[in-house]
């Protein structure tokens, strides 16, 4: 168990709906990242949140946006669903901004648009 | 983002060989490699990682190696086991922080 929270585990949804993917850091941990996996692809960087404030950003369509609050959990808001965006959504957490190693992943959320 | 690529898709190993398990990356300013392990269903765990002046580190049973020449990591594995079953993604992190994973080979033990 690496400490990093996600919820929920399963979502299947319509297109052109719009979700929201939560997220719990491991306990002290003040930067999140978000990572979206699709099938036989690897992960790609979505964003990343340091603290409350938006630190890094990948690969994350304007239709997606993500936040983290004072409590240091995040959540990641996908609207206006297309079939492409079926994948798996993955959190990961770590201490200060990085180092090597020190980055703690979920068990993902797995979306799928129908 | 940086091209981060993997030789082989699937890698089949009786229990008991050695794995090797390839990767290359593009950015030559790179200053961490990191190998992970994700297992069916679960997240990316951390394997090992190393720092790019450094050719090799070892760990219990890993060993990675870097050739910063050719730009290409390398993640062995000693003494395969069953649980060793899982797909291996290498990633590069950047000077910004940002990770590229790989798109991932898939270790499959036989016993």
């Known amino acids: 168990d690496s400490g990093v929270t996600q919820t929920p585990k399963h979502l299947i949804t319509a297109t052109g709906q719009r979700v929201t993917l939560r997220c719990s850091p491991r306990s002290g941990d003040l930067s999140v990242y978000w990572y979206q996996q699709s099938l036989d692809q690897g992960l790609q960087f979505l964003i990343q949140?340091?603290?409350?404030?938006?630190?890094a950003k990948g690969n994350i369509l304007e239709r997606f946006s993500a936040q983290q609050f004072p409590d240091l959990h995040s959540e990641l808001n996908l609207s206006s669903l297309e079939l492409g965006d079926s994948a798996l959504y993955f959190c990961?957490?770590?201490?200060?901004?990085?180092?090597?190693?020190?980055?703690?992943f979920g068990e993902g959320s797995r979306l799928t648009v129908l | 983002g940086e091209s981060v690529g993997l030789h082989l898709p699937t890698l089949s190993v009786q229990e008991g060989d050695n794995s090797i398990i390839n990767c290359a990356y593009s950015n030559s300013a790179s200053d961490y490699f990191i190998w992970y392990k994700q297992e069916s269903g679960k997240g990316p765990q951390f394997i090992i990682d190393?720092?790019?002046?450094?050719d090799k580190r070892q760990g219990q049973r890993v060993t990675v190696l870097l050739n910063k020449t050719v730009k290409h990591l390398s993640l062995q594995i000693a003494a395969t086991q069953p649980g060793d079953s899982a797909v291996y993604f290498c990633?590069?992190?950047?000077?910004?922080?940002?990770?590229?994973f790989g798109s991932g080979t898939k270790l499959n033990v036989k016993p």
């Open positions: 990633a590069e992190v950047d000077n910004f922080n940002k990770f590229y």
């Open positions: 190393i720092r790019s002046n450094m």
């Open positions: 949140y340091y603290n409350g404030e938006e630190r």
């Open positions: 990961a957490s770590s201490k200060g901004l990085l180092g090597p190693g020190e980055l703690f």
